[in-house]
């Protein structure tokens, strides 16, 4: 049976067991994977030919959720799916755009480009990642093992759309799951050429070509997308970015098929963790508070996929990975705060710059083998999964001067190579009990081994650290009737200590950070109306510090999370349609004393209590326009839960809510031509984003406008 929750509320009807199966196995054995389900004008799904499935042809990649009925209903926990008309809708800047309308996340703003990300799910910090992030199924935070995740964010202008997994469902992917799996899907061009060019706020402008081909047969794709954008930024962080996407892929025979992809990406932001002093946010300000800071970052990435159709019952999947990416971070000293020309507190620079650079190199691979079987005489389905992994992070620091910024001048101040080494394997096996009863269980298995060796060392001494997970989880989904799903499942998700939390240190933890994870809910749609409702918890053994900078001790104690996450979809008729979804986490708090960090029972920093979506849109031949509003509630700066901003280190303080507005528009002239824009934050509403060495504002009304035609 089918249940599918996007977020913007579209959820089909069910679809007979028999009929979902034969669909999938229809999909698994064709000649070219065809990733688009098949449903009728009133979105009931029905059996379709493999000809009419083969219409819409992708290239291979790993998915999170199978793209059929089956793989959608039949997943014990909450599931999510962005797709092409959501990213139309939504007209999304960056990544984050896409993801705050997603129930349990929330996003912390600190940057019109989203150059660094900042995203929490259900009620775990923002910033401090707990879920893992993949695009078409390849791990892409720099550091999982090693460094921080946060140093990268895929550009949206190459997205056609987002998975995103919770519930035991997620233990097939890891690390990183305590908060489950967030995997972006890569557009490939259609035929042809397109051009788009776009304009707005801040003197902000993009160009991107897309180049598509395929062969005679449709056996073979080819795509490129490529995008450059500058702006002078909101605050005048300006960025300079260049975005280029490579696709291609062949069937080999009647069963195979590979698939590769190249990336390229450069963004130069002048950007900085330095924010506003109190008097100056609160006089509106809009300077650059740190305006000769830069954050420097590129990345080169490959990937290999190859799919193999092994019989009807069978599927193998294999992906070859490399990545390396560069995070220069140069900022100048302070020596205290002064006042400007207009009287407003800022910061006192010196002439002396300190570059904080990391270099990072992954590479891996992973491989699936899912097959069908009647073991104990149900029907079965079962996944087993192998992955190897190895990074490497170089972590410099180092000293400049004024006159040269980022040439440096004198010893390096830190010089040490962090590295890890892992292995994980999986098996799942979902028993199909009856026609509306099915129970999946799971297992995953992480080793890894980690190192660091400090060159700044006369010996170069290598501590190493080494640890084995055994991570397991059970689910099950119930069809109570045609309207109505329910699902639940508990399970042991994990998250790696760095290496910094586990080496160097008296206090080394004694087990990764961990956390028993339950999900229930239930999902459906009856006529006009769909939804989803979903309860959690998420309970913490010990949180483990990221340790990348040894700020503080690395074991930090035990949480608890608990929330709901609803959302409801109703077509409105007339082309009109209302979709919204709220979260709500009443608990989020540390679960003892953590001195000078936080106090038993505090709430947990950047996690709101209360979050919203609501999104009116309408559409009508050509014309799509969309009226969207996003709520966040307050939250706190850090766990001693200060109501005033902390004089000393400007990181603590309440943060209040707020609420924006956003309204986007486009219209199809015909196939070639196109036109679109939106204007954000509507209201001009003038809020605290997040607060790090200071106050960040909330981006300022700003507006886009774009025009895309196509050869």
């Known amino acids: 049976m089918h249940l599918s929750t996007p977020p913007n509320g579209k959820l089909h009807a069910p679809l007979p067991l028999a009929a979902a199966i034969s669909l999938a196995l229809l999909v698994a054995s064709g000649p070219i994977h065809a990733e688009t389900e098949a449903e009728t004008d009133s979105g009931h799904f029905q059996e379709v030919q493999v000809s009419e499935l083969l219409a819409s042809i992708a290239l291979p990649r790993i998915r999170v959720v199978a793209p059929t009925p089956l793989g959608l209903s039949l997943t014990p926990g909450a599931v999510y799916t962005i797709d092409a008309e959501d990213v139309e809708m939504v007209q999304?800047?960056?990544?984050?755009?896409?993801?705050?309308?997603?129930?349990?996340?929330?996003?912390?703003?600190?940057?019109?480009?989203?150059?660094?990300?900042?995203?929490?799910?259900?009620?775990?910090?923002?910033?401090?990642?707990?879920?893992?992030?993949?695009?078409?199924?390849?791990?892409?935070?720099?550091?999982?093992?090693?460094?921080?995740?946060?140093?990268?964010?895929?550009?949206v202008q190459r997205m056609e759309?987002?998975?995103?997994?919770?519930?035991?469902?997620?233990?097939?992917?890891?690390?990183?799951?305590?908060?489950?799996?967030?995997?972006?899907?890569?557009?490939?061009?259609?035929?042809?050429?397109?051009?788009?060019?776009?304009?707005?706020?801040?003197?902000?402008?993009?160009?991107?070509?897309?180049?598509?081909?395929?062969?005679?047969?449709?056996?073979?794709?080819?795509?490129?997308?490529?995008?450059?954008?500058?702006?002078?930024?909101?605050?005048?962080?300006?960025?300079?970015?260049?975005?280029?996407?490579?696709?291609?892929?062949?069937?080999?025979?009647?069963?195979?098929?590979?698939?590769?992809?190249?990336?390229?990406?450069?963004?130069?932001?002048?950007?900085?963790?330095?924010?506003?002093?109190?008097?100056?946010?609160?006089?509106?300000?809009?300077?650059?508070?740190?305006?000769?800071?830069?954050?420097?970052?590129?990345?080169?990435?490959?990937?290999?996929?190859?799919?193999?159709?092994?019989?009807?019952?069978?599927?193998?999947?294999?992906?070859?990975?490399?990545?390396?990416?560069?995070?220069?971070?140069?900022?100048?000293?302070?020596?205290?705060?002064?006042?400007?020309?207009?009287?407003?507190?800022?910061?006192?620079?010196?002439?002396?710059?300190?570059?904080?650079?990391?270099?990072?190199?992954?590479?891996?691979?992973?491989?699936?083998?899912?097959l069908r079987h009647g073991l104990l005489g149900v029907n079965n389905d079962a996944e087993f999964g192998v992955r190897y992994m190895q990074e490497e992070m170089q972590d410099v620091t180092v000293r400049a001067d004024r006159a040269t910024p980022r040439n440096p001048v004198g010893a390096f101040l830190r010089n040490r190579v962090d590295s890890a080494d892992s292995l994980a394997f999986f098996a799942q096996n979902r028993f199909e009990v009856n026609e509306a009863f099915s129970v999946t269980a799971g297992l995953r298995v992480e080793t890894y081994e980690q190192k660091r060796n400090d060159l700044r060392a006369a010996i170069d001494p290598v501590d190493t650290f080494s640890n084995t997970e055994w991570l397991p989880g059970i689910g099950a989904t119930f069809q109570l009737n045609p309207s109505a799903q329910f699902y639940g499942s508990v399970y042991v998700a994990f998250a790696p200590p760095l290496v910094g939390s586990v080496v160097g240190s008296d206090d080394v933890p004694t087990e990764a950070e961990k956390s028993v994870n339950l999900d229930f809910g239930v999902r459906g749609a009856a006529g006009a109306l769909n939804y989803q409702l979903a309860a959690f918890q998420m309970d913490f053994s010990n949180q483990v510090d990221p340790g990348i900078s040894d700020i503080r001790a690395p074991n930090e104690g035990s949480a608890l999370i608990q929330g709901l996450e609803a959302s409801l979809g109703y077509e409105l008729g007339g082309g009109f349609q209302l979709d919204g979804n709220v979260t709500w986490i009443p608990t989020a708090e540390f679960g003892e004393d953590r001195p000078g960090q936080?106090?038993?029972?505090?709430?947990?920093?950047?996690?709101?209590?209360?979050?919203?979506?609501?999104?009116?849109?309408?559409?009508?031949?050509?014309?799509?326009?969309?009226?969207?509003?996003?709520?966040?509630?307050?939250?706190?700066?850090?766990?001693?839960?200060?109501?005033?901003?902390?004089?000393?280190?400007?990181?603590?303080?309440?943060?209040?809510?707020?609420?924006?507005?956003?309204?986007?528009?486009?219209?199809?002239?015909?196939?070639?031509?196109?036109?679109?824009?939106?204007?954000?934050?509507?209201?001009?509403?003038?809020?605290?984003?997040?607060?790090?060495?200071?106050?960040?504002?909330?981006?300022?009304?700003?507006?886009?406008?774009?025009?895309?035609?196509?050869?």
Do not use: C
């Not at 990544?95 to 150059?115: F, H, M, Q, W």
């Not at 990336?263 to 002093?277: H, V």
């Not at 193999?308 to 999947?317: A, G, K, T, V």
């Open 92 to 155: 999304p800047r960056s990544t984050e755009d896409l993801l705050r309308r997603v129930p349990g996340i929330y996003v912390k703003r600190e940057e019109d480009s989203a150059v660094v990300t900042n995203i929490g799910v259900r009620g775990l910090p923002a910033g401090d990642y707990k879920t893992l992030v993949l695009e078409d199924g390849v791990p892409i935070q720099p550091g999982i093992f090693v460094g921080n995740s946060r140093y990268y964010n895929p550009r």
């Open 598 to 711: 936080a106090e038993d029972g505090n709430r947990l920093p950047y996690s709101p209590e209360w979050a919203a979506n609501l999104a009116l849109s309408y559409r009508a031949e050509g014309l799509k326009t969309a009226l969207l509003f996003n709520y966040t509630g307050q939250v706190f700066g850090d766990g001693m839960n200060r109501i005033e901003i902390d004089p000393l280190n400007h990181m603590g303080g309440r943060i209040p809510s707020y609420a924006t507005v956003d309204l986007t528009a486009s219209y199809d002239f015909n196939a070639s031509l196109r036109v679109f824009g939106g204007i954000r934050n509507l209201a001009d509403r003038r809020y605290i984003a997040g607060l790090r060495q200071g106050i960040y504002a909330g981006p300022e009304r700003s507006f886009d406008i774009g025009l895309k035609f196509a050869f």
């Open 161 to 370: 759309g987002a998975e995103i997994l919770k519930g035991a469902s997620s233990l097939r992917y890891g690390p990183n799951n305590i908060g489950g799996v967030i995997n972006f899907l890569t557009r490939t061009p259609d035929d042809g050429v397109a051009v788009t060019g776009q304009v707005g706020s801040w003197n902000t402008r993009e160009a991107m070509v897309e180049i598509g081909g395929s062969s005679p047969s449709s056996d073979s794709r080819f795509g490129i997308i490529a995008t450059h954008a500058t702006s002078d930024g909101w605050n005048d962080k300006g960025w300079d970015m260049t975005d280029v996407m490579v696709k291609a892929g062949s069937a080999i025979g009647t069963n195979h098929f590979v698939g590769v992809k190249f990336l390229y990406y450069e963004n130069d932001a002048n950007i900085s963790y330095r924010g506003y002093f109190p008097d100056a946010f609160d006089a509106g300000a809009r300077f650059n508070p740190a305006p000769d800071d830069f954050f420097l970052t590129d990345r080169r990435a490959f990937d290999v996929n190859h799919d193999w159709e092994i019989n009807p019952q069978m599927r193998l999947q294999t992906v070859v990975y490399w990545s390396e990416m560069s995070r220069d971070y140069w900022r100048f000293l302070v020596d205290g705060a002064v006042a400007n020309a207009d009287g407003l507190t800022e910061w006192n620079f010196t002439d002396t710059v300190q570059g904080n650079n990391r270099a990072f190199e992954r590479y891996g691979f992973e491989s699936r083998l899912s």
